[in-house]
């Protein structure tokens, strides 16, 4: 592993003499053509190889309606012109949620979703041409171990006893692990909300898998108990049969995806898609079986993601410069990050065949990810580039790839994790840098709100 260091790249070629000396495997292309082309997913077809990735704001109404934020957010994507729009965590219940203003889809404001995908469309229209209409997929989530949804206090819903985790949720020795009972009624509130998004407009769900929510950890529960947990076969239950209710409650045709962890960088028996004696080495077996069960079983999107983002490695899951409060600098550059998310994603890809696989962990390198983008999807690593991100700090990054090929490094994303600090402290987020009108004082404000409740960290 090399230093940590912040990007410092002025030229593709440093960028390309650095990833040289570092001899990790970052394909550039100066050939943007793969970013441009309409992208099949099933029946659906995307009008570029850009996503816009899930990016929670925790900033809906109280009933998990969309709130102003919310709609501009939307707006701001949809106007951008990526090709597929995967739209952030969705809760399927109220006490699943991961903090108080997480969208969540319920009979009573399906409606209100349904009018701000109207007009989110439209906005793609109206911007990017009457014929530009990207796939947009809705992510349902229960948070599972990371369940807040009301207040500053977690009410973990946790599938199994973690000796580094349990802590850090103030789960107890005796607290009760979530029962195999609540689990089998899940399945049903997830075949109902793929239902009110189908009804509203989406193309699609993804059943979320990622970040050691509920499904993640699910996959990673060897010391669980009971028909969701110990071999391969019971710890992918649970998804499987979310999926086949999806399935069997939206018919033959929506799409159905899957956001999961390739690969959690945590210990063994805790962690998934990892070695067992060594947690930082990825061990592809059960990520390659998960994915031919996926495309077995019917999904036809697939992201994949990687790590835990409360935990203390989040470079894992986004590259960065610098850390947010109480978080070490990673032990490895983030071009070592950058290459392990985009390893990930073509070992999923190779296994997924023609399902599409979406990338991510890009945004770090800033006005240099068409070059890296456009390498990865040329060389089958990927079919889609996604942008989290980057999507909240230049929108309209995908139309400015698209129709001149260059991104504006004053817009970029300069990977400050301070829209992951404002999560951290139960605040309404979005880029404090690029979008600073908005979110500087926001940030500013919800800091020193957590500074006063937790002390200084
Ligand atoms: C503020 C914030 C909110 C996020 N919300 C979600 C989410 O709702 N669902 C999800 O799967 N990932 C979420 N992510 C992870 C991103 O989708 C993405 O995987 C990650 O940021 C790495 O991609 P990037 O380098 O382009 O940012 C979030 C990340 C951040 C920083
Ligand atoms: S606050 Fe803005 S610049 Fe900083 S990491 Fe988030 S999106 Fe990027």
């Known amino acids: 592993m090399a230093s940590h260091e912040k990007f410092s790249f002025a030229t593709l070629d440093q960028l390309r003499q650095k990833i040289r000396d570092l001899g990790v495997d970052i394909g550039l292309s100066d050939d943007l053509s793969p970013l441009q082309k309409p992208v099949r997913i099933g029946d659906l077809t995307a009008p570029n190889a850009l996503a816009a990735l899930p990016m929670e704001g925790c900033d809906s109404l109280p009933d998990g309606s969309p709130s102003e934020l919310v709609e501009r957010r939307y707006k701001r994507f949809e106007g951008g012109g990526a090709g597929l729009l995967w739209w952030e965590a969705c809760a399927v219940v109220e006490e699943g949620k991961a903090n108080d203003l997480q969208m969540t889809l319920t009979r009573q404001n399906a409606g209100r979703f349904a009018a701000l995908l109207a007009n989110a469309n439209g906005e793609a229209a109206r911007r990017n041409g009457a014929d530009h209409r990207p796939v947009n997929v809705l992510q349902l989530t ?37 029962s195999d ?52 076969d019971n710890r992918t239950r649970f998804l499987l049969d979310v999926i086949g209710a999806v399935r069997r409650e939206t018919g033959s045709r929506f799409l159905i995806a899957c956001r999961f962890n390739a690969f959690d960088a945590h210990p063994y028996p805790y962690g998934f898609g990892g070695d067992r004696e060594d947690m930082w080495r990825f061990d592809p077996a059960e990520p390659a079986a998960l994915t031919r069960l996926l495309v077995k079983n019917g999904v036809g999107l697939l992201s994949n993601s990687a ?139 919800y800091r020193e709100e957590a500074i006063a409740r937790e002390g200084a960290k």
Not at 153 to 177: K, W
Not at 190 to 199: D, H, N, Q, S, T
Not at 204 to 231: F, M, P, W
């Open 142 to 178: 229960h948070s599972g171990r990371y369940s807040r949804p009301h207040g500053h206090r977690m009410i973990p819903f946790a599938p199994q006893r973690d000796p580094l985790l349990d802590p850090r949720v103030g789960l107890g020795p005796g607290a009760p692990l979530v």
């Open 307 to 445: 790590g835990n983002p409360y935990y203390i490695y989040p470079q894992v899951t986004r590259p960065f410069d610098l850390a947010s409060a109480g978080v070490p600098l990673p032990e490895e550059h983030p071009l070592e990050s950058v290459a392990r998310l985009l390893g990930l994603t073509r070992s999923i890809q190779k296994e997924a065949g023609d399902v599409p696989v979406v990338g991510s962990g890009y945004s770090w390198l800033r006005q240099f990810i068409p070059c890296v983008g456009a390498a990865s999807i040329a060389s089958g690593g990927c079919a889609f580039v996604g942008l989290g991100r980057s999507s909240f700090a230049y929108p309209d990054a995908p139309r400015d790839i698209w129709r001149g090929g260059t991104m504006d490094p004053q817009k970029c994303c300069v990977s400050c994790s301070r829209c992951t600090q404002i999560m951290r402290d139960h605040g309404r987020t979005g880029c404090v840098i690029r979008d600073a009108q908005v979110y500087g004082p926001l940030y500013a404000q």
């Open 181 to 232: 009972a609540y689990l089998d009624d899940m399945i049903g509130r997830y075949a109902l909300c793929a239902k009110l998004a189908m009804e509203a407009g989406f193309d699609g769900v993804d059943i979320k898998a990622c970040h050691r929510y509920l499904i993640s950890e699910l996959l990673a529960g060897h010391t669980r108990q009971g028909k969701y947990g110990g071999n391969f």
